[in-house]
């Protein structure tokens, strides 16, 4: 089983990116898929998940109303939506998939993670 995300990079602050996650090995469809972010010298952080048919969405507060997550569970994969972003949002952004549907916000309840993608936000 794989995930992979894409998408990353440097951005001015105010710009959006989009970041992508594959996922291989297995299928995902009937799960809650989520992205957390780590910023240097911090502790990983909850970002956004998606139930596993899209139709409930949650987000930190941080990131709500700028952040939206989706997915596609035909391709396998899920997205997220990045808008207004702000310096603060710089980080290794690492998609997940978390099997129990339960602790949407807590790292340890993921079961698979790919491997980060870096976007870097530039005042």
């Known amino acids: 089983v794989q995930l992979q995300a894409f998408g990353g990079g440097l951005v001015q602050a105010g710009g959006s990116l989009r970041l992508s996650c594959a996922a291989s090995?297995?299928?995902?469809?009937?799960?809650?898929m989520g992205w957390f972010r780590q910023a240097p010298g911090k502790e990983r952080e909850f970002v956004s998940a998606?139930?596993?048919?899209?139709?409930?969405?949650y987000y930190a507060d941080s990131v709500k109303g700028r952040f939206a997550i989706s997915r596609d569970n035909a391709r396998n994969t899920w997205y997220l939506q990045m808008n207004s972003l702000k310096p603060e949002d710089t980080a290794v952004y690492y998609c997940?998939?978390?099997?129990?549907?339960?602790?949407?916000?807590?790292?340890?309840?993921?079961?698979?993670w790919g491997q980060g993608t870096k976007v870097t936000v530039s005042s």
């Open positions: 090995g297995r299928t995902f469809s009937s799960y809650v």
């Open positions: 998606i139930s596993w048919n899209g139709f409930s969405t």
């Open positions: 997940t998939a978390n099997t129990r549907g339960s602790g949407l916000r807590d790292s340890y309840e993921y079961d698979y």
